[in-house]
Antibody, heavy 118, light 108 residues
Framework: QVHLVESGGGLVKPGGSLRLSCAAS????????MSWIRQAPGKGLEWVSY????????NYADSVKGRFTISRDNAKNSLYLQMNSLRAEDTAVYYC???????????WGQGTLVTVSS | EIVLTQSPGTLSLSPGERATLSCRAS???????LAWYQQKPGQAPRLLIY???SRATGIPDRFSGSGSGTDFTLTISRLEPEDFAVYYC?????????FGQGTNVEIK
C-alpha cells in the first residue's frame, strides 16, 4: 500500500527558507519519478517540480525556478523540497506525489501547509 | 507552457444526472498525456482518468474520458452523491506539467 507522508511545513517570514520532506513507503521508491504540487488556500492545483527516479532530471515551474530545489535520497525513500527566498504567494498546501509509469500522478500525500507571512 | 482551460467553472446538477466537463488546451497535448483528478474538501486529489480515456484502478465505469489534440471531456454518466467535488484536468506530456483551474460539480 503506497504511503506518502509530508513534513516540514509551517510559518515562515518573507525571504525565509524551509525544507519539506516526504517519506515514501509501500513501493520501490527508486523506480519512480516524484513531484511536488501545491494548492494555495481556496485555489486550484499548481505543479511545482519533478525529479526523475535517479535524480538525473529535474524540472521546475517558472514561479519557483531559482528559488526551490527538489532532491531525493533513494536509500532513505525520501523526497525533499528546499524552498528559499519565500514569498507570500508561496503560501499553500504542498503535496508530495508519485508519478506513475505514464507520468500521471497516481498517488498523493495528504499535504503540508506552508504559510509565508510576517 | 500549455494552458488548460476548464469549463464550466461550476456545474449544478442533481444526483442521477449526467455531467459533462470540458478541458481545452492552448496547444496539442503530446501523446495523449492528459489526466483527470477529483478532489473533495479537505482531501488530496485522486486520479480518475489517465491517457485521456483509461480509468485508474478502482474508478467506477460511470466515469469516462474522451478527446484528442486540444479538446478533452470528462463524463460522469449518472451522478452519485459522492461524485460532487472539484475536478481538474492535467497535461503531463510537455514541461512544465500544467493543470486546469478546475470545475466544481455541486448539488443543485
Amino acid at each position: 500500500q503506497v504511503h506518502l507522508v509530508e513534513s516540514g511545513g509551517g510559518l515562515v517570514k518573507p525571504g525565509g527558507s524551509l525544507r519539506l520532506s516526504c517519506a515514501a513507503s509501500g513501493f520501490t521508491f527508486s523506480d519512480y519519478y516524484m513531484s511536488w504540487i501545491r494548492q494555495a488556500p481556496g485555489k486550484g492545483l499548481e505543479w511545482v517540480s519533478y525529479i526523475s527516479s535517479s535524480s538525473s532530471y529535474t524540472n521546475y515551474a517558472d514561479s519557483v525556478k531559482g528559488r526551490f530545489t527538489i532532491s531525493r535520497d533513494n536509500a532513505k525513500n525520501s523526497l525533499y523540497l528546499q524552498m528559499n527566498s519565500l514569498r507570500a504567494e508561496d503560501t499553500a498546501v504542498y503535496y508530495c506525489a508519485r508519478e506513475g509509469i505514464r507520468r500521471d500522478v497516481d498517488y498523493w500525500g495528504q499535504g503540508t501547509l506552508v504559510t509565508v507571512s510576517s | 507552457e500549455i494552458v488548460l482551460t476548464q469549463s464550466p467553472g461550476t456545474l449544478s446538477l442533481s444526483p442521477g444526472e449526467r455531467a459533462t466537463l470540458s478541458c481545452r488546451a492552448s496547444q496539442s497535448v503530446s501523446s495523449s498525456y492528459l489526466a483527470w483528478y477529483q478532489q473533495k474538501p479537505g482531501q488530496a486529489p485522486r486520479l480518475l482518468i489517465y491517457g485521456v480515456s483509461s480509468r485508474a484502478t478502482g474508478i467506477p465505469d460511470r466515469f469516462s474520458g474522451s478527446g484528442s489534440g486540444t479538446d478533452f471531456t470528462l463524463t460522469i454518466s449518472r451522478l452519485e452523491p459522492e461524485d460532487f467535488a472539484v475536478y481538474y484536468c492535467q497535461q503531463y506530456g510537455t514541461s512544465p506539467r500544467t493543470f486546469g483551474q478546475g470545475t466544481n460539480v455541486e448539488i443543485k
